[in-house]
């Protein structure tokens, strides 16, 4: 009997999955799949760890309507399709720990309140994370199952990087910068001492640029800060997220234009960013490819708050020693990087372009401080590592680098 860990990411509408084996204190990738379009048009997709798929369904799964159907689903066909593979934990991410977890934590009855309460504090994105773990109590009750925090990464930034200029109480009541983004932030910090110990022991800004995006100011491992704050919304601008705006404009909105607090969050969540700002896409290579001056403006603005904002996390950690990029964009937009290292020259960045095109994983020159680098990341495998030490199974949560390399 093979044991494996399974890894969930829940949204409102996909259910993102891997599962790993467990070689002896190692993580072996078999399985990485979704399920998305939940609700409306679900289909299921799963790949093997050489990224060949290995099932791809649609018809038959009209009663997935929502992500708690998708959990018996996976195991279901784990199970048929994965025959001598015993489940013996599962793996959350779950984007909010609050002021309280600093960590991650095994769920039991008790925790799972603690994480509902936090359910205001993220209404689109917590109720759906801490669903699976209902669906998975109720289906296998007693299996380990361990919640990994997208906060907890950040609960070391100062005091003074935390609060927002309000009268205490609100701080007290939890309005505060958590900063999002952690468990990628983390993958990418082990992964850098792997390539460059020194470097990762230093001052780092992670720019993790994706649909949602962020970049955090790490010394010595430990978050500094993020430009995410209260909510995943504040920061850089994103697929459809608007990123840091005067919060003037919202009581404007509500005021004089008679918007209801529904509408701007809809606006603020799903038609800002590059998507509203262009008029044309979401999607980053749609605008790259786009001859369109509202294409143009978006990545514009794009690369133009990457760079105050790199700025800023610089004077934060005193200095710079590394800049990483990392997830969708951040990975595979050679341009938005060489425009971003090229605004960065008065930091004593100096790209190498070839590097670059070649995607690295150091793209700055060779000798050259701060170096930069391209690292993909692998939020799913952080989990897993996770899961695997609250098992008790390894000491380490930062080992693997050899099986994350095969899994991307
Ligand atoms: P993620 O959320 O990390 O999956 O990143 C998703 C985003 O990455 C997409 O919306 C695209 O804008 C962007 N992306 C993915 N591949 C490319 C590419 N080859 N060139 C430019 N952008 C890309």
């Not at 007693?142 to 109480?169: I, K, M, N, S, W």
Request: charged fraction near 20%.
């Amino acid at each position: 009997m093979i044991q494996a860990i399974v890894i969930l990411n829940a949204g409102s509408s996909s259910v993102k999955f891997a599962v790993f084996a467990l070689a002896g204190g190692d993580l072996r990738p078999l399985y990485r799949g979704h399920f998305e379009g939940i609700g409306t048009d679900p289909h299921f997709l799963v790949s093997d760890a050489d990224g060949a798929t290995v099932a791809d369904e649609r018809d038959s799964l009209a009663k997935v309507a929502s992500p708690e159907d998708a959990v018996p689903r996976i195991f279901a066909w784990l199970g048929s399709h994965s025959a001598g593979l015993e489940v013996v934990a599962v793996g959350h991410r779950v984007v909010h720990g609050g002021p309280v977890y600093s960590e991650p934590v095994v769920v039991d009855g008790p925790t799972l309140e603690a994480l509902t309460a936090f359910e205001p504090l993220a209404p689109l994105h917590q109720r759906a994370n801490l669903a699976p773990i209902r669906a998975v109590a109720a289906a296998r009750p007693g299996l380990t199952q361990v919640a990994c925090f997208d906060t907890a990464f950040h609960r070391t930034a100062p005091l003074v990087a935390q609060v927002y200029a309000l009268p205490r109480e609100y701080f007290d009541a939890g309005v505060r910068r958590y900063g999002f983004h952690g468990l990628s932030c983390e993958y990418i910090i082990a992964a850098l001492e792997a390539l460059d110990p020194a470097a990762a022991a230093g001052r780092v800004v992670i720019a993790h640029l994706g649909n949602g995006c962020s970049m955090a100011a790490i010394r010595g491992g430990h978050s500094l800060g993020d430009t995410m704050g209260f909510s995943v919304l504040d920061g850089l601008p994103m697929g459809t997220r608007c990123g840091q705006i005067d919060p003037g404009v919202l009581i404007y909105l509500m005021q004089q234009r008679g918007m209801t607090v529904d509408q701007v969050e809809d606006l603020l969540y799903h038609h800002s960013g590059l998507k509203g700002l262009s008029g044309i896409s979401n999607d980053m290579r749609d605008l790259l490819a786009s001859d369109q001056p509202g294409a143009q403006l978006a990545i514009d603005h794009f690369v133009y708050r990457i760079g105050r904002a790199l700025g800023s996390l610089a004077a934060a950690l005193g200095g710079l020693d590394a800049l990483v990029f990392t997830a969708g964009i951040g990975e595979h937009a050679a341009e938005i990087r060489a425009r971003v290292c090229r605004d960065a020259a008065w930091l004593g960045v100096a790209l190498d372009e070839d590097a670059n095109r070649r995607r690295g994983p150091r793209i700055s020159e060779e000798g050259h401080a701060p170096s930069v680098w391209v690292i993909p990341t692998n939020e799913e495998l952080m989990i897993a590592r996770h899961t695997l030490r609250l098992l008790g199974r390894s000491s380490s949560p930062r080992q693997g680098e050899a099986t994350a390399a095969v899994h991307r």
